[in-house]
C-alpha cells in the first residue's frame, strides 16, 4: 500500500516526539511504502533522521523564501482570482457555524486555480492587494481601534499566501493520506482527497490550534493580523476534523478540542504513543547528588522559565541539587536558549544547571536524574514522560495534554505555569527514595501494560487495511 505521510516542520527534517513517532510508524510497518510530504520553512533543511527502505520519497514544500516558480497571471487569471480572494476574505470575516463548509470550497477552488496559475504571482498583484486591503480594512469603520493599517494587511497577505503554498503542489498520488497533525501540515492531505478521491486519517499529539492560540501571545504581529489568521487556522482545522475518514488523537484530551470544532464522534478513535521496551530497560541505580533532568525541544512551548524559576526554589532547600536539560532549539529558537542561561544566571542556579544539548543515547538522559521532569505548556502524550517510565524513573509533570492519562498514579501531576508547586513536588520525590521507588516501578508496569509501540503500530497497520479495502471506519468514541 501507498501511504502519503503529510509533515510540518517535523520528520524527517528535524528531531522530537512527533519525528520518534513518525519513524516508529514507518519502521514498524515496511509491506507498506511511504511517501513523505514535508512541510519546512525554506526547502534547505537537510534530513535529520535516517530513513527505512520503505520510504519511496520525500517532497519538501518550502512555506517561506522565494514562491513556486510560475508566470505571472494574465488578465484572465487575475480576474478569476480576485473572485475567489473576494470569497476567501468573506468567508473569514464570517462568523456563522457556516463558514468552514464555505472556507473549505473557497480552498478547493484556490486549490484548483493553483494546479493552473500561479498562486503565488497572484497573491503578490496590486489588484490582489487593492482588494485585500478594502474588504478587510472596510470591513471597520475608521474610528475603531482594531481597524487594519495598510501594514496590517500587507502582512495578512503575505501569510496567507505563505501558508496556502501547498495548493501549489502536485497532490501525492497514494492508497490513504496520512497527516501527522492540523493545520498547515493537513493541506497537502486535502489535495490527494480532491484529486484522486482518497481518505484522509489526521493524527493529532498536540492540539494544533490551541497551540497556535498559545504562540499567538508572543507573536511578532498586531491583533488585527492575529486575529484574521487565528480565525484563518480555525477554519483551516474545523476543514481537517470534518473531511477525515478518521481523527486518531494521541490521547483522550484530545477529542474534547476536536469535537468542540466540530469532529464527529464516530470518526475518533484514540491511538496512543510506544515506545520499544527493549531500547528503556529498568535502571539499577541513581546519581551521586539529588538531580532533575529534563529532556525535549528547548522552546517557549516547553516553559523552561517555569521549570528553571522552580529548581531555584529546590536549590535554595537542597544546596547539592542539580539540574540536567538535555535537548536544543530548533532553527529561530536560538534565542530562547539564551534567555533560559540569562534567567538561570539571574537567580544564581546557572553554575548547577546544565544545558546538555543533544545526546547520542537519550536514555543515558533518562539515567541521568532522580526525577524526570515536564513543565510544558501544551502537550500530546510526550514520549519523554514514556521514556522515562519504562526505564522506571518518576515523573512529575505538568497537566497539560494527555500527561495525567499516562502518569496516573505513578508520578505527581503539577499545574503549569506554577514553580512553587513544581518545585515541591520535586522536594518531595528527591527527598523520599522509597517513594521514589515505589512510584518508578508503577510507571514502569503501567507503561508496558498499556504505552508500548508494538500496540501503536498494529493500530495503524489496520487502519490503512480497512481503508485500502474501502471498508467504514466507525468508531463512537465521546469526549470525556
Known amino acids: 500500500m501507498k501511504v502519503a505521510l503529510m509533515t510540518e516542520g517535523t520528520y524527517p527534517h528535524q528531531f522530537g516526539g512527533v519525528s520518534v513517532w513518525c519513524d516508529q510508524l514507518v519502521r514498524g510497518m515496511p509491506s507498506h511504502d511511504f511517501h513523505v510530504v514535508a512541510l519546512v520553512a525554506t526547502g534547505a533543511e537537510r534530513p535529520a533522521w535516517e530513513l527505512p527502505a520503505n520510504v519511496a520519497s520525500v517532497v519538501s514544500v518550502p512555506l517561506w523564501g522565494a514562491g513556486p516558480a510560475g508566470r505571472k497571471p494574465g488578465r484572465t487569471a487575475r480576474r478569476r482570482f480576485s473572485v475567489l480572494l473576494a470569497e476567501l476574505v468573506d468567508v473569514l470575516l464570517d462568523g456563522s457555524v457556516e463558514a468552514t463548509a464555505r472556507f473549505g470550497e473557497a480552498l478547493r477552488a484556490l486549490f484548483e486555480y493553483a494546479q493552473e496559475e500561479s498562486l503565488t504571482g497572484a497573491f503578490g498583484t496590486d489588484e490582489a492587494f487593492e482588494l485585500f486591503t478594502r474588504l478587510w480594512c472596510g470591513s471597520r469603520p475608521d474610528t475603531d481601534p482594531l481597524r487594519p493599517s495598510l501594514q496590517d494587511a500587507l502582512t495578512a497577505v503575505q501569510l496567507i499566501e505563505h501558508s496556502l503554498r501547498p495548493l501549489s503542489h502536485p497532490p501525492a498520488d ?4 496520512h497527516a501527522v497533525t492540523n493545520g498547515l501540515g493537513v493541506l497537502p492531505a486535502l489535495t490527494v482527497k480532491w484529486r484522486y478521491g482518497r481518505r484522509v486519517i489526521v493524527t493529532e499529539h498536540g492540539i494544533y490550534l490551541r497551540e497556535q492560540y498559545l504562540h499567538a501571545r508572543r507573536g511578532p504581529y498586531r491583533w488585527p493580523v492575529k486575529a484574521l489568521y487565528l480565525r484563518f487556522l480555525h477554519h483551516l482545522c474545523a476543514l481537517g476534523y470534518r473531511e477525515a475518514a478518521v481523527i486518531t488523537p494521541g490521547n483522550v484530551y484530545n477529542t474534547r478540542w476536536e469535537q468542540r470544532l466540530g469532529a464527529s464522534g464516530d470518526v475518533i478513535k484514540t491511538v496512543y504513543n510506544g515506545v520499544d521496551p527493549q531500547n528503556f530497560p529498568a535502571f539499577e541505580g541513581e546519581p551521586e547528588l539529588p538531580t532533575i533532568s529534563w529532556v525535549g525541544r528547548i522552546d517557549p512551548i516547553k516553559d523552561l522559565e517555569t521549570l528553571i524559576r522552580a529548581f531555584a526554589l529546590v536549590h535554595e532547600v537542597m544546596p547539592t541539587a542539580r539540574l540536567r536539560l538535555f535537548g536544543s532549539p530548533p532553527g529561530g529558537r536560538e534565542g530562547y536558549l539564551q534567555q533560559c542561561k540569562d534567567l538561570a544566571a539571574e537567580l544564581g542556579v546557572g553554575a548547577v544547571t546544565g544545558f546538555e544539548g543533544r545526546v ?30 519504562t526505564c522506571g524513573r518518576p515523573c512529575v509533570a505538568t497537566d497539560v495534554g494527555g500527561v495525567t492519562e499516562a502518569i496516573a498514579d505513578t508520578g505527581i501531576v503539577v499545574p503549569p505555569r506554577n514553580p512553587r508547586a513544581l518545585a515541591d513536588a520535586c522536594l518531595r520525590l528527591l527527598g523520599d527514595g522509597e517513594l521514589r521507588r515505589r512510584l518508578g516501578s508503577g510507571a514502569r508496569a503501567r507503561a508496558l501494560e498499556y504505552f508500548t509501540v508494538d500496540q501503536a503500530v498494529e493500530t495503524f497497520d489496520e487502519l490503512y487495511e480497512r481503508i485500502g479495502a474501502g471498508l467504514p471506519l466507525r468508531y463512537a468514541e465521546v469526549a470525556g
Open 174 to 177: 497514494a492508497d490513504v493520506a
Open 360 to 389: 547520542e543515547n537519550i536514555r543515558d538522559a533518562y539515567e541521568a536524574g532522580h526525577v524526570v521532569v515536564l513543565s510544558s505548556l501544551s502537550e500530546g502524550f510526550p514520549y519523554s514522560v514514556l521514556e522515562a517510565m
